[in-house]
């Protein structure tokens, strides 16, 4: 494809993105194929000779979008949303084509000081304590992991790290190996299974905490643990704090928490993929409370702030910890100006990293934070509007608190009865939604996740609850 073909390729493609966005309610949310569809409409082997750009356009509906499940069509209401905008797709175009690897300052400084500028800028809206901000100058800042898993990891391996070091200059006869052994980090029943993934990657323990009756994770909880774990000779060093769990959108007693940490001298990191973009919002901050404690903190602007996959964006107060523990330094990676701005490199797994901020410059530009927080709040009204639908039935009940934009529901029967209700919601194919279970009840989660929905999606979403509802229950 020469420049001109492009020219012609990508006004095609822009086209088509905008059709299939504009008009993405006529598809069906949940595609009916099944495993393996896909082999069976595509030859066996590459082509030798290169196809046409028509061949491959016409090929798009006739063999991906049947396999698709349609995330931005405002049917669609499982898992957690996960961000979309027009300002996101052009500028990870823009991202796409300038490609550049930017695993160094000087592999492509607009890569690297973009990132700490809009991590700031984020940290700012956010009010996050300046020590997070690289701008404060007090050894902090922010950097954009890939989602939130690798986040929790980093920090876990850093923290891991920092401790092993500690430990060892006080007992130099202590091994790593012996050390790891003991270390032992905490998370509640209710946090994201990347937790526990975490902790099997890094080889260390990971406890589950009981939660309360609002399933959030309490400091006596957190400090009863620690004191059964150290007379037992274990070392605490880590706590995984969730606000926004996935489950229900339960949040962790943070300042409690946060509290327990600092006296015991325990690494406290905060995972707030989902619910982290409403604290851009001053009415929902104040769920954040605590995070002045934290020693890292991490939300994904890829699920509810209008940024495409991926982008999770997450905060240290002491970059050094991340650095000191990742810090490799071969020849072909040095250059005359380091130290004096962040080699992101140090701060993540991988070497290799995408232009991922142009995303959110485009995003904070084009929208504004009154638009972003327009789109939360949007989101959290349309859950109410469903939530109001849902009291009203006298067959379902409301869970748990609806906090911001996730509606736990079920109807007031056995769980087998729900479990039937929701599978023939998703075999219907009008709405989607998946399940889960807190404690032995199975609910059903009801998330607001296209960017585009409106209060007839919510119509719509709870016409069809009623309906499949009907068939299991006589109306109210
Ligand atoms: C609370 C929480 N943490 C972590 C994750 C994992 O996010 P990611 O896919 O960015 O790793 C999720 C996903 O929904 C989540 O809800």
Redesign the pocket.
Known sequence: MDHEQFRQAGKEMIDYVADYLQNIRERRVLPTVQPGYLRALIPDQAPEEGESWREVMDDVERVIMPGVTHWHSPQFHA??PTGNSYPAICADILSDAIGCIGFTWIASPACTELEVAMLDWLGRALALPEPFLASSGLGGGGVIQG???EATLVALLSARSRRVRQLRQQHPDWTETAVTGQLVAYCSDQA?S?AERAGLLAGVRMRQLPTDSKFSLRGDTLAKAIQNDTARGLIPFFMLA?L???PSCAFDALPELGAVCERQQVWLHV?A??AGSAFLCPEFRHLLDGVELAHSFNF?PHKWMLINFDC?AMWVKRANDLVDAFNVDPLYLKHDKQGLVPDYRHWQIPLGRRFRSLKLWFVLRLYGLAGVRAHIRRHVQLAQLFEQRVRADPRFQIVTPVTLGLVCFRLQATNETNEALLKAINAAGRIHMVPSMLRDTYILRFAVCAASTEERDIELAWAEVERQAGRLLPPP
Do not use: I, K, L, V
Request: net charge negative; aromatic share 18%; proline share 0%.
């Open positions: 898992y957690f989602t939130a898993s994201h990347s969730t926004g769990t996935t995972d993929a989902y994904n999770s």
